[in-house]
């Protein structure tokens, strides 16, 4: 966790539970390093509510590192990677700068912010992806030779300070929830996994999800805080054109927030514990490259901050990125046969957008090895579908973050679900252990029963489906339903109550299925074909979709053009063998 303290938000959460549906750590590991859960948008539809936990950042770190060392039939080894290595325009492996040199059958790239990263601390300059790393200097020279095309992307981050040097005195408090909402699916795990103790005796680090939470405090800016950062503008790094990379605009620094926000007030700021074992706290909300001594004046503006005590400054970071339609669906790419990228080497911001991607890299890496088909994620079946297709098919400009709004489908990614919509990509890759596969199979079952029970049944007035869709009402549902799992009831409401509109999903979707069914020849020429406009057709050569659908997300490509290239390809097929 080398930001923020913190997993999960909006569509985030979902996204985390997702990769928990897939065989990853991720969730396992937040929820017994977890220190604060929330559960947000808690008064709005479940589709749209999400998980978010504050970690304990070292316990998180070290426990993951654990984790990797006790992997069987994994090798875990730290070097510098300097390049790859090529031969005949494929990935053969890499070469490390203590000379050692890594031959595989496949390559998975995940830099990071350390793709030639360089932080700026007002005009202060230095090499490294996170403060007192290094920066990994020649790869990128290494995938140029490949001809991958790379740009500049640029992240920030508040200072920390000292949790003693804080006047918590009228500050807001938020606690955690009384009932946590976790992210892994304990339910349909076995009870051991939580707190597997090895066969070596080594039981890894972690405790019992949602006990001890600590909680955050709101504070804010003040005219005070805006009078510096205006006074300053010509020192930071983003605004003096030392950085030429574009920053994340849902994430803005606070030069930004006051600059394109000039008519708001002021802007909230959360004081955020970095784990139980330490006073640091971070200040999210505070981004800034401004230089250090006009940033300790800032922070004493702040309310309860009048007297911190930063630890570590904020600095901006500046980086190398892949722009990510160079690659397949699978994450492989398209220059470097055997060479798959995952993370913000594809544009993207935050942990749980790199997590997926790093999923679904290393299972198409072995899925190459095996000569089969990748797993690849549609769009209707999670944000992971959603996140991988923006990215190959739209590409970015700037550091790519999930929200819900980017997902049309959104009503079927309750976090809840999340193993239901994936089993079949879980089973058909060996994804999960056979015990766990049967659960989740289980449940699906249970939920399709009570369904059914419940729309077929009747009740005072209709069914108890319709009494549940007309008062939104369980309290008089039948006892044998409200004896099963919490897990398997809130799955079956939300099935119920919002069943017509998921039924209108479901048919978008099979509307939708014909379109991405018509596969595009690699072969096809599209600046040859008759009628496409001149931009369609350079964008649809440049980026190579698989299929009509792709085609049709493509920024440029309007419904006029899909129609002819359909005309077309229903002609080839129709078209008499020779």
Same mark, same amino acid.
């Given at each position: 966790?080398?930001?923020?303290?913190?997993? $999960?938000?909006?569509?985030? /959460? &979902?996204?985390?539970? +997702?990769?928990?549906? *897939? #065989?990853?750590?991720? =969730?396992?590991?937040?929820?017994?390093?977890?220190?604060?859960?929330?559960?947000?948008?808690?008064?709005?539809?479940?589709?749209?509510?999400?998980?978010?936990?504050?970690?304990?950042?070292?316990?998180?770190?070290?426990?993951?590192?654990?984790?990797?060392?006790?992997?069987?039939?994994?090798?875990?080894?730290?070097?510098?990677?300097?390049?790859?290595?090529?031969?005949?325009?494929?990935?053969?492996?890499?070469?490390?700068?203590?000379?050692?040199?890594?031959?595989?059958?496949?390559?998975?790239?995940?830099?990071?912010?350390?793709?030639? $990263?360089?932080?700026?601390? /007002? &005009?202060?300059?230095? +090499?490294?992806?996170? *403060? #007192?790393?290094?920066? =990994?200097?020649?790869?990128?020279?290494?995938?140029?030779?490949?001809?991958?095309?790379?740009?500049?992307?640029?992240?920030?981050?508040?200072?920390?300070?000292?949790?003693?040097?804080?006047?918590?005195?009228?500050?807001?408090?938020?606690?955690?929830?009384?009932?946590?909402?976790?992210?892994?699916?304990?339910?349909?795990?076995?009870?051991?996994?939580?707190?597997?103790?090895?066969?070596?005796?080594?039981?890894?680090?972690?405790?019992?999800?949602?006990?001890?939470?600590?909680?955050?405090?709101?504070?804010?800016?003040?005219?005070?805080?805006?009078?510096?950062?205006?006074?300053?503008?010509?020192?930071?790094?983003?605004?003096? #054109?030392?950085?030429?990379?574009?920053?994340?605009?849902?994430?803005?620094?606070?030069?930004?927030?006051?600059?394109?926000?000039?008519?708001?007030?002021?802007?909230?700021?959360?004081?955020?514990?970095?784990?139980?074992?330490?006073?640091?706290?971070?200040?999210?909300?505070?981004?800034?490259?401004?230089?250090?001594?006009?940033?300790?004046?800032?922070?004493?503006?702040?309310?309860?901050?009048?007297?911190?005590?930063?630890?570590?400054?904020?600095?901006?970071?500046?980086?190398?990125?892949?722009?990510?339609?160079?690659?397949?669906?699978?994450?492989?790419?398209?220059?470097?046969?055997?060479?798959?990228?995952?993370?913000?080497?594809?544009?993207?911001? #935050?942990?749980?957008?790199?997590?997926?991607?790093?999923?679904?890299?290393?299972?198409?890496?072995?899925?190459?090895?095996?000569?089969?088909?990748?797993?690849?994620?549609?769009?209707?079946?999670?944000?992971?579908?959603?996140?991988?297709?923006?990215?190959?098919?739209?590409?970015?400009?700037?550091?790519?973050?999930?929200?819900?709004?980017?997902?049309?489908?959104?009503?079927?990614?309750?976090?809840?679900?999340?193993?239901?919509?994936?089993?079949?990509?879980?089973?058909?890759?060996?994804?999960?252990?056979?015990?766990?596969?049967?659960?989740?199979?289980?449940?699906?079952?249970?939920?399709?029963?009570?369904?059914?029970?419940?729309?077929?049944?009747?009740?005072?007035?209709?069914?108890?489906?319709?009494?549940?869709?007309?008062?939104?009402?369980?309290?008089?549902?039948?006892?044998?339903?409200?004896?099963?799992?919490?897990?398997?009831?809130?799955?079956?409401?939300?099935?119920?109550?919002?069943?017509?509109?998921?039924?209108?999903?479901?048919?978008?979707?099979?509307?939708?299925?014909?379109?991405?069914?018509?596969?595009?020849?690699?072969?096809?020429?599209?600046?040859?074909?008759?009628?496409?406009?001149?931009?369609?057709?350079?964008?649809?050569?440049?980026?190579?979709?698989?299929?009509?659908?792709?085609?049709?997300?493509?920024?440029?490509?309007?419904?006029?053009?899909?129609?002819?290239?359909?005309?077309?390809?229903?002609?080839?097929?129709?078209?008499?063998?020779?």
């Amino acid at each position: 966790m080398s930001c923020n303290p913190a997993i $999960g938000g909006l569509a985030k /959460g &979902q996204m985390v539970r +997702e990769i928990d549906a *897939l #065989g990853g750590e991720m =969730a396992i590991n937040t929820d017994v390093t977890g220190i604060q859960f929330r559960l947000l948008n808690k008064s709005k539809g479940p589709a749209v509510q999400s998980p978010r936990a504050q970690c304990d950042k070292k316990a998180y770190q070290f426990r993951l590192k654990h984790t990797l060392e006790l992997q069987p039939n994994l090798q875990v080894f730290q070097a510098t990677v300097t390049g790859m290595i090529y031969s005949h325009g494929r990935v053969v492996g890499c070469r490390t700068s203590l000379d050692v040199d890594f031959i595989g059958r496949t390559v998975v790239i995940t830099t990071g912010t350390f793709l030639r $990263g360089l932080m700026h601390v /007002g &005009q202060s300059k230095n +090499e490294g992806g996170r *403060l #007192g790393d290094f920066s =990994a200097k020649t790869l990128s020279a290494s995938l140029l030779e490949a001809g991958i095309e790379l740009k500049r992307l640029k992240t920030g981050t508040p200072p920390r300070i000292l949790g003693r040097s804080i006047n918590f005195a009228g500050l807001q408090e938020q606690k955690g929830d009384i009932e946590p909402t976790l992210f892994a699916f304990h339910d349909t795990r076995d009870p051991g996994d939580m707190f597997h103790v090895e066969s070596t005796g080594e039981r890894r680090l972690g405790w019992k999800p949602g006990s001890e939470q600590v909680s955050c405090w709101l504070t804010h800016t003040t005219p005070a805080s805006e009078r510096i950062v205006r006074e300053n503008l010509h020192k930071s790094a983003m605004y003096s #054109g030392e950085i030429a990379g574009v920053g994340p605009r849902y994430c803005p620094s606070i030069e930004d927030k006051f600059v394109r926000f000039a008519d708001k007030a002021r802007h909230l700021l959360f004081l955020e514990p970095e784990g139980r074992n330490t006073n640091e706290y971070y200040i999210n909300g505070l981004s800034t490259s401004l230089p250090f001594d006009v940033q300790v004046d800032l922070v004493h503006t702040i309310p309860g901050l009048e007297a911190a005590v930063i630890l570590r400054p904020a600095y901006a970071v500046e980086y190398d990125f892949a722009i990510p339609t160079q690659m397949y669906p699978s994450l492989e790419s398209r220059k470097a046969e055997n060479l798959f990228l995952a993370g913000q080497i594809n544009g993207t911001s #935050g942990y749980e957008e790199a997590a997926a991607q790093g999923l679904v890299a290393g299972v198409n890496a072995v899925l190459k090895v095996r000569g089969e088909p990748p797993l690849v994620i549609q769009r209707h079946e999670a944000y992971i579908g959603v996140l991988i297709d923006d990215l190959v098919t739209k590409g970015t400009t700037e550091p790519y973050r999930m929200f819900t709004s980017r997902a049309e489908h959104r009503l079927l990614f309750n976090h809840g679900s999340s193993e239901l919509r994936l089993y079949d990509h879980a089973k058909k890759h060996k994804l999960l252990s056979d015990n766990r596969l049967e659960r989740v199979a289980k449940k699906a079952n249970r939920i399709t029963h009570w369904e059914i029970y419940l729309e077929t049944s009747k009740s005072v007035g209709g069914s108890w489906a319709e009494s549940i869709r007309c008062d939104k009402s369980t309290a008089a549902l039948p006892a044998e339903f409200s004896a099963e799992p919490k897990e398997v009831r809130e799955e079956v409401l939300y099935r119920v109550t919002y069943r017509g509109y998921l039924e209108r999903e479901q048919r978008q979707i099979e509307k939708m299925k014909d379109v991405e069914k018509i596969r595009i020849p690699a072969s096809l020429d599209f600046l040859g074909i008759p009628g496409l406009r001149r931009e369609s057709a350079q964008k649809l050569h440049q980026l190579r979709p698989q299929n009509l659908g792709q085609a049709s997300r493509i920024s440029g490509v309007n419904p006029t053009d899909i129609s002819i290239l359909m005309v077309l390809l229903a002609a080839r097929r129709n078209a008499p063998a020779r």
